[in-house]
């Protein structure tokens, strides 16, 4: 038995409190209580905690807490001493220790880089340094051609009038007539609106199967064109229109508004 056991139990006895309400009271477990009134310090948990209990049970009782704590560090001679754990996982090894394989292929590739490049700068200065001890040839100029002593004679074109007949062995061939050219515009066309008061017409004019002209043309204005195939002309208001076609007049429509188209040859 431990003075500061003896101690508790008689207090808490002679105010005839159990261990029970002690518990209650104060918050501290009763087998702490128990541990602490035998002096089992082995079953109670660290020295911190003790002196805790020690200060909560001794204001319970009505007891000296500083003098109670000296007695419990003069029986239990030291604190307990500080436990180190180890860890329950191993510790994570860093990267720049234990590279990764990724890292590893792309330093190897860094290497061989640097290394193709050194190689080929070394091939290179050799092969100047060859090129450079080489001797230029000389390559002799090519002689130019010595002059002919007679120049040739450049035969002089004969010219045969397209009238004349060539005599040959056997007979004469007579020279072939020259085609006859056909007139450059064989269709001659003119197109005229009628003065005086009227909107004029929409004209759109086609020759040889092109259109060139297409808009509005004001009244007593007209227009010429030539075709060498045909024309084609096509009237919003065919009433104020005339077609004039190598000199022959023709009327394209009687009532205003009237849409015709007129064709050459029909």
Known sequence: MSQLGERLRAARESQGI????AAAETRILQRYLVALEDGDYQNLPGDVYVRGFIRNYAAFLGLSADELIDLYRYERGRTDPIRIVPATSNPRVRGCIAPSLVGVFFVVLALVGVTYLVLSATNRIGE??????IPTATIPPVPSPLPTAFPESTPTPIIIPATATVAVAGGAIEPSPTPTQEPEAPIV???RIDPGDNPGSWLEI???GESVFRRVLAPGRSVRFTA???VSVRAGNAAVVTVVINDQERRLGTRPGE???FEWPP
């Open 228 to 230: 060498r195939r045909s």
């Open 206 to 208: 086609k020759t040889d």
């Open 259 to 261: 849409v015709v188209t």
């Open 128 to 133: 100047n340094a060859q090129l450079a001890t």
């Open 189 to 191: 066309l003119e197109v």
């Open 18 to 21: 159990s261990l029970s309400q």
